[in-house]
């Protein structure tokens, strides 16, 4: 078997060769998946690269919120939508699940504020009423602040003012809201230069604050002394200079309104900081009063009515206000015979005492000086006295002046306040001496008056009769003579019937005694009426009045 194998010639055999089967080629049907996963990709990293952020914002309720319709907007630009709405865990509110476009990654700080756009009226101003139509949507507010934020408490209400707003926030206290409101006007010489944008009651709640808000570049115009007052409705006050009226527009009529104003030459001041604090005065008149460092109470005592007198009424040194009346009051003693009526005053030492002696406030250096100072004026006659400051409103003053011939008095310094002295009026005086007049009247023992004319006449009659016959015996009379005594028989019996009890002259003498005694009980009463109606001399006795 060997050598035949060893016969064959290796080279003439065939040559053996791999041959590879040939392969699956990729068939183009298969393009079309691919190229849509690739897109698909490409779509799901772009979607996850452009996704915005999401955030949750909660409010009291869903009214008028849609997942997946409703929108948040700013500018009117919509930069996201509402994903869901469910409740909050406490439910107390529901939250609210938002995405926004990427780009509104940077305006989620910390003081950025959401709220939903509805229908409002507030400040007498109407907002929202697109809504009637196309629905609600979240309103936004971008904030300053630098610190981010993903978890938002939604506004109950919109803004008045946003942050893109210039101009600064002002608080105001005032010891109740009035009629004030958020969106209420603010005004400056009655040009509307900001609003009223949150009010609410302090916490000791003795008073209420306002946040205003005060437009560019009339912000600059709140300098540290400016004054504000509440110019809601029509202010009409009687005082003793009399009727005043004033109003700052229709728009403060209706909704209220703040304004203030700057004291002369205050302009050039530096305008005031953001969020200072100013006292919200009840009238212009309240705001604009001279603020005065030093005052010095008193307390001055009168026994007339104090009809007319009121809080805040002047005290005046001839005409210039040197104070203001702080209290009114009343005293009755223990036998309850007397009674007298407290007023406690404030008096401004530095305006009385450039008044009198043209120095300022300087001249008093401590209490022992100010105090004989006060009692050297005492006693060259410096009184308080009540004076009608208007016969038309009624209204009383307290006037500060000199009487050189007053009665001695000092200020009683160891009361608390002390006690000024005064001295009575001159519609006082007057019923004075109208109520001696009377009493002197009264007094007249007039009834005996009568009795004794009566019996002297009856004396003087029998003297006549007695005279008669002594004529009458006389027969060698010349008839002259007789004559003339007929005659003055017959004058004594006329005397005799005029002065009886019950002859007319007798009964007029009575009648006119009457009525001068009606008349010193009217000219009592008038004075006394005149006292607590001196307005009564120019309109006239009131039905009401007594």
Known sequence: MTNQTSDINMEHLPEARVERKPGRRLQVVWLIPILAALIGGWLVVKGILEKGPTITITFKNAEALEAGKTKITYKNVDVGEVKSIKLSPDREGIVVTAELVREAASYLVADTRFWVVRPRIAGGQ???????????????????????????????????????????????????LGSLQIGS?????????????????????????????????????????????????????????????????????????????????????APASENQEFFLANTRAEAMKRQDVMSRPFVLHFTKSLRGLSVGAPVEFRGILVGEVK???????????????????????????????????????????????????????????????????????IAVDFFPDAPAAH????????????????????????????????SMPLNDIAADVRHNLKAL?????????????????????????????????LAERTLSSDSPVQYELQETLRELGKMAQSLRLLTDYLERHPESVIRGKKDGNR
């Open 411 to 442: 200020i009683d310094w160891a009361n608390t306040p002390p006690v000024f002295p005064t001295i009575s009026s001159g519609f006082e005086e007057l019923e004075g001496t109208l109520s001696s007049i009377v009493k002197k009247i009264d």
């Open 327 to 397: 209290s009114l009051n009343v005293e009755i003693d223990d036998s309850f015979t007397t009674i007298r009526f407290p007023v406690s005053v404030d008096i401004y030492p530095a305006r009385l005492l450039n008044l009198v002696k043209g120095e300022g406030p300087t001249m008093v250096k401590d209490e022992a000086s100010a105090r004989t100072r006060w009692n050297g004026m005492v006693a060259k006659g410096l009184r308080g006295q009540l004076q009608a400051g208007n016969l038309l409103t009624g209204q009383l003053y």
């Open 126 to 176: 109407v907002s929202g009423l697109g809504t009637l139509f196309s629905g609600a949507y979240i309103g936004m507010d971008i904030g300053k602040s630098a610190a981010e934020q993903r978890d938002f408490v939604g506004l109950e209400v919109a803004p008045i003012v946003t942050a893109d707003v210039p101009g600064r926030h002002f608080l105001l206290h005032a010891e109740t």
């Open 185 to 269: 006007p603010v005004y400056f010489r009655q040009e509307a230069v900001g609003t009223v944008v949150a009010h609410e009651l302090n916490k000791d709640g003795r008073g209420v604050t306002f946040n205003v808000f005060i437009n560019a570049p009339y912000d600059r115009y709140v300098t540290s002394d400016a004054r504000f007052w509440n110019s809601s409705g029509i202010d009409v006050s009687l005082d003793a200079g009399g009727i005043k009226v004033d109003t700052q527009s229709i728009a403060a009529i209706l909704v209220g309104g703040i304004a203030f104003e700057t004291l002369q030459g205050s302009t050039n001041q």
């Open 461 to 493: 009659n029998r003297t006549l009769d007695s005279a008669d016959r002594f004529i009458r015996g006389m027969d060698q009379v010349s008839p002259t003579a007789k004559s003339a005594l007929d005659e003055a028989r017959k004058t004594l019996k």
